[in-house]
């Protein structure tokens, strides 16, 4: 029986996610293989998990430009051996967790995880092979420390494998494989069910836009983008996604109300149908965290960027822009300009639509699960 251990932290949602996938796949299709999925940080010690995870939403949240110099302070200088010196201490926690699992192979889709295993086999604790999968679009120095004792990275895309051949890790360890997700992102829906159960009029296309997030970021900003999309765009309908942030939902359907839009937007509070939801819209409205690009890029759908967090998001941002994908709109952006110039001609969605192809990766759960397990 081969085991296999998948380390994942709670800073962002596509650690999570990333791991979960690969979990359920190991599980659904391999009965010779023992897998378990374990939150690193909170296994190493939990108050400490609390505070780093609290500290990283509350700065994400409040002091978005603050937590934007820690990710950029990361790769290099004091931060970066202050975060390297920690994790070898860490590792020594996790080291006991190791040695009683004593695991044939260590997923990991975090970089904390990805350094202390790195850290225990280059002194000769541990003798595992070790994957990591980066779950964001652009290469960050943290994910490649001990890059020596790591057997494989997958990746998102071919220029973040670039970057990281530049950095100076063996091409014949980097594997192009998109970033693993939810397999339900794939299913046959059911095209008119799904206009059925949001009540919407399935002869005009949608838009789905993601306003409430995990930080809530932009709130006045946001407020603006949703109005300019319900006035300049009338011939569209729009379903708008507050979350789980209850104050954000209550403003934007005094917004609609405001507009005389009851009739051509939807606004939902927290709702498991996002998989349904992609699938029908021809456009997403969205802050671009690693999870919700992935899945709009796998339902090719083309973005429209806003309140990146600095750091990982705006390198995202700045991917999704430069592969013809996305649009961001900046603070200083003329809004009604923007999205005037986007629907003045359908052929720039259908074009945007056209260049998501190369990014969706249906498989890559799969094909991660199937290199690493078929040896």
Known sequence: MKKVLIFYASYGGGHLSAAKSILKYITEHYTDVEAEMIDCMKYINKPIEKVTTGAYREMAKK???????????????????????????????????????????VISTHPFSSQMVSYLKRKGKLNCILATIMTDFAMHKQWLIGHE????????????????????????????????????????????????????????????????????????????????????????????????????????????????????????????????????????????????????????????????????????????????VGVWIKKEDNLEEVISNLFASPHILEQMKKNTEKFTKQYSTKTICEMLLHN
């Not at 202050?82 to 699992?101: G, T, V, Y």
């Not at 973040?160 to 794939?186: A, C, E, H, W």
């Not at 009851?262 to 709702?271: A, I, K, N, P, S």
Request: charged share 25%; net charge positive.
């Open 149 to 324: 004792y790591t057997e494989y990275f997958f990746v998102s895309n071919n220029s973040m494998k670039q970057d990281i051949i530049n950095y100076g890790v063996s091409k014949d360890k980097i594997l192009v494989t998109g970033i693993p997700m939810s397999d339900r992102f794939f299913e046959n829906f059911n095209t008119e069910k799904i206009y059925k159960i949001f009540e919407l009029d399935k002869n005009k296309k949608v838009i789905l836009f993601f306003g409430g997030g995990e930080f809530g970021l932009g709130r006045e900003r946001t407020l603006q983008i949703l109005c300019a999309f319900i006035q300049k765009v009338p011939s569209y309908q729009i379903v708008a996604v507050s979350g789980k942030n209850e104050k954000m939902k209550e403003t934007f359907e005094h917004l609609v109300q405001e507009n005389r839009a009851e009739d051509r937007v939807r606004v939902l509070g927290f709702t498991d149908k996002v998989p349904e939801l992609m699938h029908i819209s021809s456009l997403v409205v969205t802050k671009p965290g690693g999870l919700t690009t992935t899945e709009s890029l796998a339902s090719n759908l083309p973005m429209v960027i806003i309140n990146p967090i600095p750091g990982q998001e705006e390198e995202n941002a700045e991917f999704l822009v430069s592969n013809g």
């Open 63 to 105: 002091v978005p430009r603050l937590w934007g110099k820690v990710y950029s302070g990361s790769e290099k200088g004091l931060l970066s051996k202050i975060s390297k010196d920690s994790n070898k201490l860490m590792a020594r926690k996790l080291n006991h967790l190791l040695q009683e699992k004593k695991p044939d192979l």
